[in-house]
């Protein structure tokens, strides 16, 4: 795979970054002067060499992480807190936001409520940033309070966090892939009705007729709004190689790129003929019962009637939906459930995505920056610790198969379900001896299916045009998902009707914005 780079962006050469100074193999932040607010916070803590002593005050840390969690989080979260008094003097309170409050953690701190540090992905790292919700970080800092940690993260994964020549947050340390959407399928009904394999569209198409013909207690795709994107990423983005602005759709509707072109050149794909011929089968695939008339209104979680039986597909990025056919198969061997990546057969390009998807952020509102940054060093470079948040307790939620192997422990569904993703850590990573080779299979190849495409790091600046883009947002709320789901037969004329809306809003001023600024990001953005 292509090696990414950054580049002497203006704002990293004022950090004296790679070109300016550093050496090309260091992962050390740029550095600057501290600023005052760092100082003083530096001043607070021990030297980057000290012992940490038992007579050192214990600090208790406030978290917060968007998910509804599970039985056993709070033993988990009292054993890792159990490791991390007596090691580093600091434990945790973990609170979390469920997943349906999608605004909670914002709300959170817009309320100036105390906080230490919380999660945040690649889409809304800038605008935090922009809101003053995070704390900077400076290469000093860093350097003095996790300087473990810091040695394994890449250059260009600091480049990706530094917005305005300041650092904000964490960014992850493991290569990640672009969450473009694989498909659970019951095997069993595939072979009842002597459906191939599914690796194209019209194969897909064929097994949903299948079900919808003859499978009366089975809906073939249990839709809801949350999901109504994911069939478009099967049937048209993964087919034409597409993808949408700066990884969050909701800046510019309809606005993208196809994913080989580094150009920076938008188009709107909502206009395009392959995007018309798209809602035109969506709302043929309705008719044909393929999903209920009622799925705008419908709030059941796809996998759950996949689960269930009630429904004969899901779709998700691929990990997840690996881990719906192992429990498919664990309870349901009959079913005979079954992996693809895509419905094409995997023939389409991924990215690299952005190593922000699963950043750590401390609260602006810390008094303790300084415990926050060493907790996380502690989390993610001590084995014992890393497998207790990242995994659960051993012989519980997962079983110890020697170096580098775990196996589903007896209550393995009873921990997790929160923002514990910036965890991830490829040198502590344990690879489960029953992961599904299908999905072992579709991630060895992403290696050699990748694109790097520059134009896929860019963090847009929401801030000058925060108006339109609520307005448009207010659009897309009121017609897109029933359109994406077929429930317009007159999709042409409720098309023509949300894009004048889209305008009406403002959208040429955010299509110019945001041009823009990719023009800075990509003069000063390179690709090797």
Not at 463 to 470: C, L, Q
Request: glycine letters at 6%.
């Amino acid at each position: 795979m292509k090696r990414i780079l950054s580049a002497l962006l203006a704002v990293l050469c004022t950090l004296a970054l790679t070109a300016c100074g550093t050496t090309p193999s260091s992962s050390a932040p740029p550095k600057e002067e501290s600023s005052p607010e760092s100082k003083a916070q530096s001043s607070q803590a021990s030297e980057p060499g000290e012992e940490q002593g038992s007579d050192r005050e214990t600090v208790d840390l406030v978290f917060y992480w968007q998910g509804d969690g599970k039985p056993d989080n709070q033993r988990v979260w009292d054993k890792l807190n159990e490791l991390t008094s007596a090691a580093i003097q600091t434990t945790a309170t973990h609170n979390l936001v469920s997943w349906s409050n999608t605004n909670g953690i914002d709300l959170i701190i817009a309320s100036g409520e105390y906080h230490d540090a919380t999660y945040v992905s690649a889409g809304g790292y800038p605008k935090r940033v922009q809101q003053g919700a995070f704390a900077e970080l400076t290469p000093e800092f860093i350097e003095e309070h996790m300087p473990d940690l810091n040695a394994k993260i890449p250059a260009l994964a600091w480049a990706q966090a530094t917005v305005d020549g300041k650092i904000y947050g964490v960014p992850n340390v493991s290569e990640e892939w672009s969450y473009y959407r694989a498909i659970a399928v019951r095997g069993d009904l595939r072979k009842k009705y002597n459906i191939p394999e599914i690796t194209s569209v019209d194969i897909l198409e064929q097994y949903l007729q299948a079900v919808a013909d003859n499978e009366p207690s089975i809906i073939p795709w249990d839709a809801n709004p949350s999901y109504a994107s994911y069939m478009r990423q099967i049937v048209m983005d993964q087919e034409q190689d597409l993808m949408y602005c700066s990884q969050n759709a909701s800046m510019i509707p309809g606005y993208g790129y196809h994913t080989k072109d580094d150009s920076g050149e938008l188009f709107n794909i909502y206009q395009t003929q392959e995007f018309k011929d798209y809602l035109a089968k969506m709302v043929d695939w309705r008719k044909r019962g393929f999903w209920s008339a009622n799925a705008l209104n419908n709030d059941k979680r796809q996998q759950d009637s996949f689960l269930n039986g009630t429904s004969a597909i899901a779709m998700e990025n691929n990990g997840t939906v690996a881990s719906f056919v192992q429990q498919a198969n664990t309870s349901h061997p009959e079913w005979e459930a079954e992996f693809y990546d895509g419905a094409n057969n995997g023939d389409f390009t991924v990215l690299q995505t952005s190593y922000l998807n699963n950043t750590f952020a401390v609260s602006s509102v810390s008094q303790h920056a300084d415990r926050a940054l060493e907790w996380l060093q502690y989390v993610k470079c001590n084995q014992e610790a890393f497998d207790l948040f990242r995994n659960g307790i051993e012989g519980e939620h997962w079983i110890d198969e020697g170096e580098g192997l775990m196996s589903v422990g007896p209550k393995n569904g009873d921990y997790g379900d929160y923002t514990n993703w910036w965890s991830s850590q490829v040198d502590m990573h344990r690879t489960s001896v029953d992961e599904l080779p299908e999905y072992t299979a579709c991630v060895d190849s992403y290696r050699d299916r990748t694109f790097v495409n520059k134009v896929y790091y860019f963090l847009f600046n929401q801030e000058p045009v925060a108006a339109e883009i609520a307005a448009m947002t207010n659009v897309t709320e009121e017609y897109l998902n029933g359109l994406l789901l077929g429930m317009y037969d007159d999709w042409e004329s409720t098309l023509n009707t949300m894009e004048a809306a889209y305008d009406a809003a403002g959208r040429q001023k955010v299509v110019d914005e945001y041009t823009k600024q990719l023009q800075e990001h990509m003069k000063n953005f390179s690709v090797e």
